[in-house]
T-cell receptor, first 113, second 112 residues
Framework: DADVTQTPRNRITKTGKRIMLECSQT?????MYWYRQDPGLGLRLIYY???????NKGEISDGYSVSRQAQAKFSLSLESAIPNQTALYFC????????????FGNGTRLTVT | KNEVEQSPQNLTAQEGEFITINCSYS?????LHWLQQHPGGGIVSLFM???GKKKHGRLIATINIQEKHSSLHITASHPRDSAVYIC??????????????FGKGTKLTVNP
């Protein structure tokens, strides 16, 4: 079983719909992250959480919200999806410290029509 | 602003060739990461290094802190090495993984 699991793997939705992407992990890490990847661009951080009560905005948080339901679960929501949110979304976890590697999920490919 | 530049953007090689992917960055760092993104989308961490060289199988990563440059080498390349390789840096003194700055990636295709 994967250490970091994202659901769904693929999703097509319409403009204006609310959508939730889910992430769960068995790494036991306190730190969890949501990134988006667009063609020709590097990974960009949407939100991150250091523990259940510590949630922070990343570089591109507008239009997104998150919920840290438990140490192992971190969900990303698009309250009203728009076409330019079409992207590949990744959840990741890490241990504390500046040099801890990220452990990624397999990604969710989201298309907003 | 810290920038991470990778070259080349795209690379096509024949099986067996020696591959080099380059990464340059503009500020002091505490660590540099090399990641591999498979065609199916999943991303795995290959190396994290702050000095010198690391080797894992046919993959070798080197870093020159003074020149702010790192290279990822693949010896005896194989079609299964086809992937996007991503460089990311942790700026010195700026917290943890939430501060990582990512390059845009190098797409490697190895033909049989």
């Amino acid at each position: 079983d994967a250490d970091v699991t994202q659901t769904p793997r693929n999703r097509i939705t319409k403009t204006g719909k609310r959508i939730m992407l889910e992430c769960s992990q068995t790494k036991g890490h306190d730190r969890m992250y949501w990134y988006r990847q667009d063609p020709g661009l590097g990974l960009r951080l949407i939100y991150y959480s250091f523990d259940v009560k510590d949630i922070n905005k990343g570089e591109i948080s507008d239009g997104y919200s998150v919920s840290r339901q438990a140490q192992a679960k971190f969900s990303l929501s698009l309250e009203s999806a728009i076409p330019n949110q079409t992207a590949l979304y990744f959840c990741a976890t890490s241990a504390p410290g500046p040099n801890s590697p990220l452990h990624f999920g397999n990604g969710t490919r989201l298309t907003v029509t | 602003k810290n920038e991470v530049e990778q070259s080349p953007q795209n690379l096509t090689a024949q099986e067996g060739e020696f591959i080099t992917i380059n990464c340059s960055y503009s500020v002091g760092i505490s660590a540099l990461h090399w990641l591999q993104q498979h065609p199916g989308g999943g991303i795995v961490s290959l190396f994290m290094l702050s000095s010198g060289k690391k080797k894992h199988g046919r993959l070798i990563a080197t870093i020159n802190i003074q020149e702010k440059h790192s290279s990822l080498h693949i010896t005896a390349s194989h079609p299964r090495d086809s992937a996007v390789y991503i460089c990311a840096v942790s700026p010195r003194g700026e917290g943890g993984s939430e501060k990582l700055v990512f390059g845009k990636g190098t797409k490697l295709t190895v033909n049989p």
